[in-house]
């Protein structure tokens, strides 16, 4: 049976983490909001009722309801074989992909960094403040931590001789960090030669090449969690 | 052998979701940077190299290090049943645990909107804007989110009859809050019994009762993750 995945229909945001490690893989999805709109995900996520999630994206696998991005690959890693089955493995996997989360995070602070429910219009000196310290340091300390990552791997992706949802998050953060900053991405991302071959191999992987030439895969635009602003770009 | 945990040494912090699980269920560990200062943290940081930590805290089971509180949460909730051995109770308690990151990382932005790395005295106005945002919106929403977990739980406790991890993480968010802001928590908690509650209830647990009465129990201050900044607050 095809899981049920629910997420903001017009952008990748945070569910783009899910879609790609489920596009990878080859599993079947209904990206049910894509088709019943906005309001059929807000109708859906108010008939969850107490126990539901906090906000998309959510998996439903036949009545189990899982949200969090990285409890959701959690589940689907363990389930698919997209994780290593070690404890040490599986652990120091979710431990990356929240790492991935925390960038996230910080990405839709920089503009969003006063009013999260405001526009982005609202708060645009402050974003590019916000905006400086990310390109001039946090997003170094990020990338150095995942090329050690890459680097000091077991094989020729993150956790081994095969790819596991940590590469396909990884592709997905150099994709939008890419598109988010171009110019500093382009100054950068040479001292990061790993993470750029992971971004590489991912892109490769047959589900993925389908998917990024499908309409299934939504344009970066700005609404979603890496916008681009050419104001807060530098490099 | 008892876990070495290591996190800066002076706060609660993030760490403190850590230590109150470790303490309620009577599990030894050294806190080591208490002893070894931040010096020795951070000297201990470098140590582990590429696939170590991306910040505090961390924890070291025998040589198996792990970092990200969820995921540390995981890891000792499977090992020593402070979380539900099914599927649907841990993912949905991880899903929980996640949430609480989520309300972490937003509380520690209110007074650090514009530049993480920089004072809160460099961004006091922007400080004030987004304390305004979370106190009238994303404080009731995440209050209200939690209730409901609560009023649904199938027992005492948010995963069942016996307390996990989630509860002593809900007893910490509280704490926090009514630290950070007395007077909008004073306004509003009577609208989540529930909450309220499971807080109380952690209170009394044994060894949760004993930590707070022992040094090992830091005070809040304006370091941590939970500030109390007076401007900040309001009814």
Redesign the interface.
Known sequence: MAYDLWYWPGIQGRGEFVRLALEAAGIAYNDRARVAGEEGLLADLERR???G??APPYLDADG?V???V??IL??LGERHRLAPAD??GW??L??LQ??I??LV??VH?IHH??????YYEEQKP?AA??AR?FRA??LPK?LA?FE??V??APGDWLTGERWSYGDTSLFQVVEGLRYMFPQRMAALQGDYPGVIRIRDQVAALPGVRAYLRSERRLPFNTDGIFRHYPELDAA
Do not use: C, K
């Open positions: 009722g107490a126990r999630p906090f189990l899982i949200a969090q990285a409890n959690l589940y404890p040490a652990l120091w979710n431990q929240l790492t989360a925390d995070a910080e602070n960094p006063v009013e999260m429910m405001a402050e403040r916000a310290q340091e946090r990020f931590h050690a990552s680097n000091d």
